[in-house]
């Protein structure tokens, strides 16, 4: 009960910091909302001009990409620490976080929450999902219903666990920011788009090694049914709701094991 | 102007102390390059051409807005950060024009990302797709004329919106809004052609077109003789308002500042 107490306190905390600059604060998170937009916003033009892009047309590529952004939403909020990771252990920040009676991970993932970024992704996804989720010929039921909500779930545990993974090599690498642009950054850029257009290498990589196909390919394919899905094995959609659980377990013992080695950068 | 010209050379030099992210650009570059040649690629399907364009002028389209756009990658928050830290007094106090100083900074910087970030991913694009070649030497030449003007128009509506740090408390959401807006108007996602009638209209007034779409066309062939030079005196006529526009914002602004503190 302790530590739901201490969740929302930290919430609060977090809240009223950025509610100190409230204009500032609304201008940042619409900023971002319009940032993250803009990539909606030249697909949708493009599919005015050329109807569909591998079979998807403008309503099931919005479909796709509101799953990408109502993920990150909770995950800017959740992981916000282990993003900035580095420098955190760069500025001796994280050595506050060792003296304290909770779970190293545990305090990471409740401290400072990113809500710009959150409001601003959140509001976005939310709104292509209304927008798209009608249209794209999907029967809402029980079981559909069900497995959407395990595979959001899933895809905020695929990121925040690709986020530990990576937060984990600070304990490693002095410069770890570089690894994580290439493998995380560029793959997202990737991932709000059937990943079927792309070159087999990429294909392989979005699978196998940053699983973001798991994140919002996969489950808009169980969804949609799209015709470019006779590419992939079919199991992949059925597991596309557990792969969360297990990149976010492999990713905490590879946590575990990597924090026995941190001394601190301070004197 | 041989100061200037030093200040562009040294922010050259900075940059080229830093060997990881001169890798990581690359990477990025090339990276952003395959994403959307592979899109483009999906969206023309079978199709040779749409409305006339192919899909090689696309291709050629983005790969020269890229690397115009990444030569304009640079730090749009430094003047924000010398008025709030107060270091902007010293900037006052040197024999130099401030603006000149940072627009030759920002050259020095653009030139590396052009040298070190764009040509050799570049050279990784045109090893996996055809891209089309000049029209002409004269085309290449009146290209190159346009893309300065181009840069221009672009660093004076950055500076503009900048200068707003003199009123406001931060100016980086705005500067966020002001990069999307450049990115989709100015056709370096999604090129012009494939607009919308109204929207493109809309775009014609503003100086959006003459930002890459301009040095583009030229480059293409698209723009010849009279039209050629029409285009030109366009993107000289917005350098003289955003000019005059710049101009008064900074002096405004250089009236009203107060640094407090010794």
Redesign the interface.
Known sequence: MGEVRIALQSLKMSFSTRMQ?R??SL??A???F??E???I??IY??L???DS??GWNVNEMLFLFSILFLTYAFVVSLFADLRDFSRMIREGRFDRLLVRPRGLLFQLILNNADLIASVGHGTLGVLLFLVSAGKVGIHWNFATILYYVCAIISGILIQGGMFIIFSSLSFYFV?TN?IR??FYW?MR??AG??IS???KL?QGLIIYVIPFAFVNYFPAQYLLRKPDMVNYNEIYIYIAPLVGIIVYLAAYAFWRVSVKRYYSTGN | MRAYLEFAIKKFQDKMAYR?DF??GI??TA??I??YL??Y?????NAAD??GISYSMVATNFVITLGLSNAFHYNEMFLQDKIRDGSITNEFLKPVSFILRLLSENIGEGAFKIIFHFLPALGITILYTKLCPPESVLGLFAMFLSVVLGYLILWLISFIIQTWSFWL??V???I??K??FV??LSGS??PLW???EA?RGIISVTPFESIYFTPVRIYLGELEGMELLWALAVQIMWIAVLGLIANAFWKKGVKKLVVQGG
């Open positions: 600059y204009v500032d201008v940042a619409l900023a971002v319009i940032r937009s803009a990539n916003i030249v033009l493009a005015l001009k050329f892009i591998n410069e570089s642009e290439i560029n850029k990737f788009y059937p257009i792309y070159h990429i | 990881l890798f990581m990477v990025n990276i952003t395959l994403v592979c899109i690629r999906a969206l023309y399907g749409v409305d408390f931060s980086w959401g705005i966020t809004i990069n999307v990115s989709i996602l999604l494939f607009m919308p929207l």
